[in-house]
């Protein structure tokens, strides 16, 4: 089993997220070196916290371009959170500020009378998707993407009406949610992803 490389944006939980994989057999490394993560067999990038704390992290350490190479040429690739909101081109959170544009969608703000943050388990349901199952997952969010953009598979769960719980496509996996810290379900989950990579790794 290769390593994997986990992106710290800054505002990222990446010790449950080292922890998780370590489970798996994995060695996570965290590494900021542009031509590492361009290179890397496996990349994560995890998030918590805020759009434009994160998106400027990106920026400040040059990956920017390296991570939507590596998205649009479907290699594994893995974002969690705040990580899946990036990937869109922008969000309500922190209007003005540009996300990594690979899906070419707005996150915007849940509505309705709902309590927001969204915090704990909610069921996901896959939609499109070889790597996800049905099941329940742990979230901890105020914005969500509200439709499936053209070109992926992922999941969808209700919260005051659907949503995108996950995006995929080729090795590339999305999560709303924090497999990392969604039990059995979210190990089972992150197993797949790494053996998905192994599968199309060059």
């Known amino acids: 089993m290769q390593d994997v490389l986990v992106v710290p944006t800054g505002t990222a939980n990446v010790a ?4 998780a994989f370590e489970r798996l057999g994995t060695r996570p490394q965290l590494v900021t070196d ?26 400040a350490l040059g ?4 991570l939507v190479e590596r998205v649009q040429a479907q ?51 896959p939609l499109g ?22 070109g992926w598979g992922g999941a969808m769960t209700e919260y005051g009406g659907e949503f995108v719980s996950a995006l995929e496509r080729g090795a590339v996996l999305a999560c709303q949610f924090h497999p990392e810290i969604s039990g059995d379900y979210g ?8 053996r998905r990579s192994e599968e199309v790794a060059p």
């Open 75 to 125: 290699r594994a690739t893995l974002a969690i959170c705040l990580g899946m909101q990036l990937f869109c081109s922008a969000s309500d959170e922190s209007p003005g500020v540009t996300g990594l544009g690979v899906v070419p969608e707005r996150v915007a703000s849940f509505v309705g009378d709902l309590r927001v943050p969204q915090v704990g388990w909610n069921r996901v349901q």
């Open 129 to 150: 998707s070889e790597l996800l199952e049905p099941g329940y997952a742990y979230f901890v969010n105020s914005y969500r993407l509200a439709q499936m953009p053209a």
């Open 187 to 194: 190990q089972a989950l992150l197993d797949r992803w790494l």
């Open 63 to 66: 990956l920017r371009d390296v």
């Open 16 to 19: 449950s997220v080292c922890a």
């Open 34 to 59: 542009r031509k590492k993560v361009e290179r890397a067999t496996r990349v994560v990038l995890p998030g918590v916290g805020t759009f434009a704390a994160a998106a400027e992290r990106i920026d």
